[in-house]
């Protein structure tokens, strides 16, 4: 089974940019579909992107489109996503999530992925 570490959280101001990293242990990365989700305080969890097992497909959330670029390099067994123009409601905890399965749920519900990180705090300040 994969194992999955976040980083790249931290504080920034609105505007601003940050790019997180989803590094993967026990498994290829390019076995597995990847999604980032976020979930606020109070707010339930959300899909932000998803990205196919060789890069060539990509989905956003409505809310973060034009803005974050979900990326990966099989290579180093990274997921990565670039996150630009913040601003303060993109403040959350992000997580990265593997194995995908079609059967459970689209690939934005969380439910239909069953490996997940421990996620990374990004607060944007206003």
């Known amino acids: 089974q994969v194992q999955l570490v976040e980083s790249g959280g931290g504080l920034v101001q609105a505007g601003g940019s940050l790019r997180l990293s989803c590094a993967a242990s026990?498994?290829?990365?390019?076995?597995?579909?990847m999604g980032w989700f976020r979930q606020a305080p109070g707010k339930e969890r959300e899909f932000v992107a998803t990205i196919s097992r060789i890069g060539g497909s990509t989905h956003y959330a409505d809310s973060v489109k034009g803005r974050f670029t979900i990326s990966r390099d099989n290579a180093k067994n990274t997921v990565y996503l670039q996150m630009n123009s913040l601003r303060p409601e993109d403040t959350a905890v992000y997580y990265c999530?593997?194995?995908?399965?079609?059967?459970?749920?689209?690939?934005?519900?969380?439910?239909?992925?069953?490996?997940w990180g421990r996620g990374t705090q990004v607060t944007v300040s206003s």
């Open positions: 026990g498994r290829t990365l390019s076995s597995y579909i």
């Open positions: 999530a593997a194995d995908f399965d079609p059967r459970v749920g689209a690939y934005y519900s969380g439910s239909a992925y069953s490996t």
